[in-house]
């Protein structure tokens, strides 16, 4: 079966670094995505990663070993605002979005 | 702005009374998406369009149906609501699918069952 792994809940304070992490097994990929879900909003799309490597947005980077089937959101500075989840999702050998189930990101002043 | 609305945010039905979400978009997309999601878990995608080309999800139950009426509007029907239909109901839009292309997402409609 596929399968997209996220811890379920991290917690972090306000302007540190924080890294959270994904792991799949997917029949094929191509390709990664991180999105960030504010609790009763819709996905945002945050971030795209198809070769290994980091992948840098302002405070937001991703990072994906193809290899182990593993990328990372590292997240900098943070603020109260990036209170969150962040989903995971990972495009199979069907173009279809597999979908893991969300780090519940909690910020501390 | 270029968006996807999804109405109302919130539905309230009773159980087994037929219910319908609404998904429009702006966008001029070629496919879009119903999701449903409970509360911590991952958007569980239970159809897709790709233009009217529809295509149903193999564990997507009967009582669900969807409608593609023109290319901006997409509706999900719920022929008899149970308790377990209880979610957000996601409504996503995208080009088509090739490199970052991402999907586009509505506010959700929280429909509570009765």
């Known amino acids: 079966g596929q399968n997209i792994d996220q811890p379920t809940e991290m917690t972090a304070t306000e302007g540190a670094i924080v890294q959270i992490n994904c792991t799949y097994q997917t029949s094929g990929f191509n390709g990664l995505f991180w999105y960030q879900q504010h609790a009763g909003e819709a996905p945002t799309f945050l971030s795209y990663?198809?070769l290994d490597g980091l992948e840098e947005k302002g405070r937001f980077s991703s990072f994906l070993s193809r290899s182990k089937g593993y990328s990372y959101l590292l997240l900098k500075e943070l603020q109260m605002k990036d209170s969150a989840s962040y989903l995971c999702?990972?495009?199979?050998?069907?173009?279809?979005?597999?979908w893991g189930a969300g780090t519940k990101l909690i910020i501390k002043p | 702005d270029a968006m996807v609305i999804q109405n109302p945010r919130y539905q309230v039905t009773q159980f087994g009374k037929p219910v319908t979400l609404s998904c429009s978009q702006t966008l001029n997309h070629n496919v879009m998406y119903w999701y449903q999601q409970k509360s911590s878990q991952a958007p569980k995608l239970l159809f897709h369009?790709?233009?009217?080309?529809?295509?149903n999800e193999a564990d997507t139950p009967d009582n669900f149906q969807s409608r593609r009426p023109n290319t901006s509007f997409c509706f999900l029907d719920i022929r008899s609501p149970g308790l377990g239909d209880a979610a957000m109901y996601l409504c996503a839009t995208s080009r088509p699918i090739q490199g970052a292309e991402t999907q586009y997402f509505g506010p959700g409609t929280r429909l509570l069952v009765l």
């Open positions: 999702a990972v495009r199979d050998s069907n173009y279809q979005l597999i």
């Open positions: 369009y790709y233009d009217k080309d529809f295509n």
């Open positions: 990663n198809v």
